[in-house]
Structures are given as structure tokens and as C-alpha cells.
């Protein structure tokens, strides 16, 4: 699969102060999104890409589009989003280190979340 290249517009959802944290949820969002395929075996669209800035900063990110989400039974369609988005800012003010860094941003097949890439 060739490689696609999106730039758009983001929706921060949280600063904590930190210097590091705020140029990492920068950088997801508003860096330029490369995908280089879908991951296997996800029950939802995932991507696996990279993100950079003009800067040289990189990071590997997990992007997952509102429209490859599959409906579950318990939640409101097109959720699933919003829902990680909100799981990320609820650790973060709790100070809590469980959810990669996570935001809500437009990317090439439209808009879903961005999630650093752990290992």
C-alpha cells in the first residue's frame, strides 16, 4: 500500500503544563500524517503511521478513522473516538500513565483519533 500524506486541523484535548506532553499533543496534531497500512487483526480500521513536523520531530502513531469504527450494541455509533479521546484526558488528570497520548484530528480518511504507538 502506498504511502498517504494529510495535514489538517486538531482538536487538543488536554495540556498538563509540561513542556514535553504539550509539544507531543502538538505534534499529533498538527504534524504531517503519513500511513504506511492497516494493522491485521484490529475489529476496527487501524493504521499504523508516522507523524513529523517541519522541525524533524517523528513519532510512530496508531490512527483509527470514525468511519472504520464498527458498532457496538452499548455505545452510540461513531463513538469510539471521543471515548479514547476521553480515556486519555481522564489519566492524565488523574496522573495516571496507562493511555498513550491521544487526540482528535482529521487524516486521510477522515477525522478519528491519533494515538502514539507503543510497543
Given at each position: 500500500?502506498?504511502?498517504?500524506?494529510?495535514?489538517?486541523?486538531?482538536?487538543?484535548?488536554?495540556?498538563?503544563?509540561?513542556?514535553?506532553?504539550?509539544?507531543?499533543?502538538?505534534?499529533?496534531?498538527?504534524g504531517?500524517?503519513?500511513?504506511?497500512?492497516?494493522m491485521?487483526?484490529?475489529?476496527?480500521?487501524?493504521f499504523?503511521?508516522?507523524i513529523?513536523?517541519v522541525?524533524?520531530?517523528?513519532?510512530q502513531?496508531?490512527?483509527?478513522?470514525?468511519?472504520?469504527?464498527?458498532?457496538?450494541?452499548?455505545?452510540p455509533?461513531?463513538s469510539l473516538?471521543?471515548?479514547?479521546v476521553?480515556?486519555?484526558?481522564l489519566?492524565?488528570?488523574?496522573?495516571?500513565?496507562?493511555?498513550?497520548?491521544?487526540?482528535?484530528?482529521?487524516?486521510?480518511h477522515?477525522?478519528?483519533?491519533v494515538?502514539l504507538?507503543?510497543e
Amino acid at each position: 500500500m502506498a504511502a498517504r500524506r494529510q495535514r489538517a486541523e486538531c482538536v487538543v484535548p488536554w495540556t498538563m503544563g509540561d513542556a514535553d506532553d504539550d509539544r507531543l499533543l502538538t505534534l499529533l496534531g498538527t504534524g504531517e500524517l503519513e500511513l504506511a497500512g492497516l494493522m491485521p487483526w484490529s475489529s476496527n480500521y487501524t493504521f499504523l503511521g508516522a507523524i513529523s513536523d517541519v522541525t524533524g520531530a517523528s513519532v510512530q502513531i496508531v490512527y483509527k478513522p470514525i468511519r472504520g469504527e464498527r458498532p457496538l450494541w452499548d455505545f452510540p455509533r461513531g463513538s469510539l473516538a471521543k471515548r479514547e479521546v476521553a480515556a486519555y484526558v481522564l489519566c492524565r488528570g488523574l496522573g495516571w500513565d496507562l493511555v498513550p497520548t491521544t487526540v482528535l484530528r482529521g487524516g486521510t480518511h477522515g477525522h478519528g483519533t491519533v494515538q502514539l504507538f507503543v510497543e
